[in-house]
């Protein structure tokens, strides 16, 4: 057979070879495809389940420790501080001896003014029994002068014995008087003297300085033998510490509820100090403007602080409990993410599949031992399963491999 003969043949053979190549080829793709698809892994996610519980509807801020009573203990004389009676930093009570000032100055004044109260007791004695002798013989000389005068009118007497009998009494009088004068002027003297005996007496107690209220001693700024002035050296601060006040502020649009609930009876205040125990108080104060440039008013409440775990200047974390809403759904704040559109959350369905789910937050609060939780007003239902960690790796319909609960959660 010729080579033209066989062309045709040899181009079918060809044609067939290239053509189950081709399919070969087309197989092996699709077959690839497959294998990759099934081989993507599942993502590594934590999960935890929307549960439905009480919700208390509670206000949060941060509030400052503040002493209801603040007293700079200042001397009220000027001396040298004899001694200290106290501690720096120590809780003293009311009425409770501090210093000791020198009142040697004051304490001669007081012997001297005492021994002219005794001078001036001694003239009102003498001037009641001068009195007394010049009442008598003002009274005998008054008889003579009227004896003299009948007598004269009888002419036994001439005119010139009458005129000395009469001036006799006359005398006498005066000199009676004079006794009186003398009398009023010793009670008078004796009035001052014992009113410059009080001042004297008042200056001495105040050597002895004592706490005006019940409290803690600060620094002490005078040491025993530093001089001090009359009102012008501090010598220690006291702050009252039992009971305290918690200043804090919350956002003017919550003002009508705390009002409401302050109405129905006392509004109970917690405050967490930074070694995490907790004090209970009453809100006591709401101040009487807001302040414009926050938006916020400022509030007090008094907390008893018997055991001195809020202290005066420190920062704490303030709640106070307006209501209990009931049957809320609760998620891990943490779950929650924020988007373009607002917050969502991602939820896998029963096929393991993610899926993103728009969703209403109503607040976040922190249960007692819990991590902070956000209240879902709508979006998820009570035990769907929401990703709590691991939202970064996710895509729509992304396979999920869960891990054990996250702890706290």
């Not at 220690?236 to 200043?247: C, D, E, M």
């Not at 303030?318 to 988007?339: D, F, K, M, W």
């Not at 691991?390 to 054990?404: C, E, K, M, T």
């Amino acid at each position: 057979m010729s080579l033209v003969n066989k062309m045709p043949a040899l181009t079918i053979v060809l044609t067939a070879a290239c053509a189950g190549a081709a399919l070969g080829l087309i197989a092996c793709s699709r077959g690839s495809a497959k294998a990759d698809a099934s081989s993507i892994p599942a993502v590594a996610v934590r999960l935890v389940s929307a549960t439905v519980a009480d919700s208390p509807l509670e206000i949060a801020a941060i509030g400052n420790v503040e002493a209801i009573a603040s007293v700079d203990v200042k001397a009220r004389i000027t001396a040298p501080v004899t001694r200290v009676y106290f501690a720096e930093g120590q809780e003293v009570k009311k009425d409770e001896l501090l210093f000791d000032l020198d009142a040697e100055t004051w304490n001669r004044q007081m012997a001297e003014i005492e021994a002219t109260i005794a001078k001036d007791v001694a003239t009102e004695k003498q001037s009641e029994a001068n009195i007394v002798k010049d009442e008598v013989t003002f009274k005998n000389a008054q008889l003579v002068a009227n004896r003299a005068k009948q007598l004269k009118g009888e002419g036994i007497l001439s005119q010139e014995q009458t005129d000395q009998a009469v001036t006799t009494a006359e005398a006498a009088n005066a000199s009676l008087d004079a006794d009186r004068a003398t009398l009023e002027s010793a009670k008078a003297a004796e009035k001052t003297d014992r009113a410059r005996l009080d001042e004297t007496r008042l200056l001495v107690s105040y050597a002895h300085v004592r706490a005006s209220i019940a409290g803690r001693a600060g620094a002490i700024a005078a040491k025993e033998g530093s001089l001090v002035k009359e009102n012008d050296t501090t010598l220690v601060t006291l702050l009252q510490t039992s009971p305290v006040y918690v200043s804090f502020s919350i956002p003017e649009d919550v003002l009508p509820e705390v009002r409401r609930y302050q109405a129905t009876g006392s509004l109970r205040v917690s405050a967490l100090a930074p070694d995490n125990r907790e004090s209970s108080g009453t809100l006591s104060f709401i101040d009487n403007t807001v302040d414009t440039s926050t938006g916020t008013i400022r509030l007090k409440a008094a907390f008893e602080n018997a055991d001195r775990v809020l202290w005066p200047g420190q920062f704490v974390n303030v709640r106070a409990r307006l209501s209990t809403e009931h049957n809320r759904i609760l998620i891990p704040s943490q779950a929650v993410q924020t988007g373009p559109d607002g917050k969502y959350v991602w939820v896998v369905s029963g096929d393991s599949s993610a899926a993103m789910r728009k969703v209403r937050v109503l607040r976040n609060y922190t249960p007692p031992g819990q991590i902070e939780q956000a209240v879902i007003g709508e979006g998820i239902n009570p035990g769907e399963k929401v990703v709590l960690e691991g939202q970064l790796r996710l895509s729509p319909g992304a396979h999920v491999r869960p891990l054990s609960a996250a702890p706290g959660a």
